[in-house]
């Protein structure tokens, strides 16, 4: 999953990748960053079902032991998982722990898992408001990035924010759960924007609602939430992106505890 790009002081802008681990002596999840994908070649730009082998470090920057330093010239995409059967062949080992059990862990073992998907119950709704713009964090990453020209003088330009930012709230699959409330992080909901980029600020929120609410995650589908901690504030979750194949009778119904 690529989340959605923020300012970087260097690149101007990144993304953060989240996957899968499909090496057999360490399966598990990892977190790449940061992800400069305007210096990706071509045919080292992947999609989200892509099979992707490159050389990382383990990031000193960043305290959750999930997260590596990619070495972006060694990307190399080798293919694709294509069909909702074999990506659930993937996916479903690591769909274990409720959101709930994923929270109580950090509270009462931190730190904890930084990386985890998690089952819905039931979708209660997408919350949908105007994108407020750039921190000032933010703003100051991409003022230091216009300041320091490219060696052949090529105009710098300013990452936009989205015009909308959105919220998930759902019930997972505890029995005593009551509401999660966590913000959209995942690339695709800014990709929309940029498609629709020519309707007015409520007809993109329809959209938006209908798109990531209704299709991706009506009752024939399995919702499955990949969702991630922030460095800063490990305690916040958000989704970084959202698995739903079809319900089937041969889906696999078992838990993996960890």
């Known amino acids: 999953m690529k989340a959605a790009p923020n300012p970087h002081a260097t690149y101007g802008e990144t993304v953060c990748v989240a996957g ?8 598990g999840w990892v977190r790449l960053y940061p992800v400069v994908w305007h210096l990706l070649r071509p045919d080292q730009r992947f999609a989200k079902y892509d099979v992707v082998a490159l050389r990382a470090k383990p990031s000193r920057r960043d305290p959750r032991i999930e997260s ?3 070495d972006l ?4 995409v ?4 294509q069909g909702w059967r074999n990506r659930l062949s993937h996916v479903i080992p690591f769909v274990g722990d409720s959101m709930c059990e994923v929270l109580e862990k950090f509270r009462t073992n931190p730190p904890a898992r930084s990386l985890a998907a998690v089952r819905s119950s039931s979708i209660l709704d997408v919350n949908v408001e105007h994108h407020p713009g750039w921190s000032e964090d933010e703003q100051s990453k991409i003022a230091h990035y216009l300041r320091h020209p490219d060696l052949d003088d090529t105009p710098r330009v300013a ?3 989205p015009r909308m930012r959105g919220w998930y709230r759902y019930r997972c699959q505890e029995r005593t759960c009551g509401t999660h409330r966590q913000q959209i992080l995942d690339e695709d909901w800014v990709i929309a924007q940029r498609k629709w980029g020519d309707i007015d600020d409520a007809e993109l929120a329809a959209r938006l609602r209908q798109r990531f609410r209704n299709e991706m995650c009506g009752d024939d589908r399995d919702v499955i939430f990949f969702v991630g901690n922030q460095a800063k504030r490990q305690q916040a979750y958000s989704v ?7 319900r089937h009778p ?5 838990r993996r505890r960890w």
């Open 240 to 246: 970084l992106g959202v698995f739903c194949p079809p």
């Open 78 to 81: 080798e293919g694709s998982i």
């Open 68 to 70: 590596w330093l990619p």
């Open 250 to 254: 041969w889906r696999p119904t078992g």
């Open 159 to 161: 990452p936009k924010a």
């Open 20 to 27: 899968l681990r499909l090496d057999l002596e360490h399966p």
């Open 73 to 76: 010239p060694s990307i190399t």
